[in-house]
């Protein structure tokens, strides 16, 4: 079984678009990019861009943001997911009220989703490099950084992966998916994907 971390393609240059959910958004209190949603809000949720750089299907983003190709594909290897209709606006930082106007906060680009995904235990703690703590209030240990991933082959064993494309539940932060996900990705042909591959021992 190979698996794989999914990151996005960035390149030594800085051209290409940054979305960020606007500051005045009540989206914005919401901690998306680690699969947690305590509220939901009006959608679409409003990402703020400072340039009109065209999006690829992943953009680089502080939360997971996929285009409608990206989704379709998700669609066949995923039962569990949420997707958030999600769109970009040109200059409309802390500009709500223009949101509402209609003006000076021009909407670009295709709606595109703010993807939560579910999360499995699979670190190996063994043999893996990572920093911890141990939180009394949870009673939980706390992975804060991973130098070295290495993912538990016992626990790979026993999921039959109806979600093909997951969270680390260790560190949430760490979007992972199967070689099956992986090939469908490639064969549609999306963009702004990278693909490394993580041990499994």
């Known amino acids: 079984m190979k698996i794989y971390k999914i990151t996005e393609s960035v390149t030594a240059s800085t ?8 500051e005045e958004s009540l989206w914005s209190e919401q901690k998306l990019f680690i699969s947690e949603c305590t509220e939901t809000y009006e959608l679409p949720i409003p990402y703020n861009v400072d340039n009109k750089i065209p999006p ?3 953009p680089v983003c502080h939360n ?3 285009s409608k190709n990206f989704l379709e594909v998700i669609k066949k290897f995923n039962a569990d997911f949420n997707a958030y209709e999600s769109q970009m606006h040109y200059n409309g930082k ?8 209609h003006n ?7 709606i595109y989703y703010t993807m939560q995904f579910p999360s499995y235990s699979l670190l190996n703690w063994d043999k893996s490099d990572f920093l911890k703590y141990y939180n009394d209030e949870i009673n939980k240990t706390i992975v804060t950084r991973i130098n070295k991933l290495i993912i538990d ?12 494309i997951f969270h680390l539940e260790e560190k949430k ?7 099956t996900a992986k090939q ?3 064969e549609a042909g999306l963009t702004g994907i990278d693909f490394e591959e993580v041990p499994v021992e």
């Open 15 to 22: 051209n290409y678009c940054y979305p960020g959910v606007m």
């Open 56 to 58: 690829n299907d992943f």
């Open 64 to 66: 997971i943001l996929v």
């Open 94 to 101: 802390n500009k709500m009220a223009f949101m509402q106007e």
């Open 104 to 110: 000076d906060c021009d909407e670009i680009w295709d």
């Open 153 to 164: 082959k016992n626990k790979i064993d026993v999921l039959n992966f109806k979600n093909n």
């Open 173 to 179: 932060t760490f979007l992972l998916c199967t070689e």
């Open 184 to 186: 469908a990705i490639e």
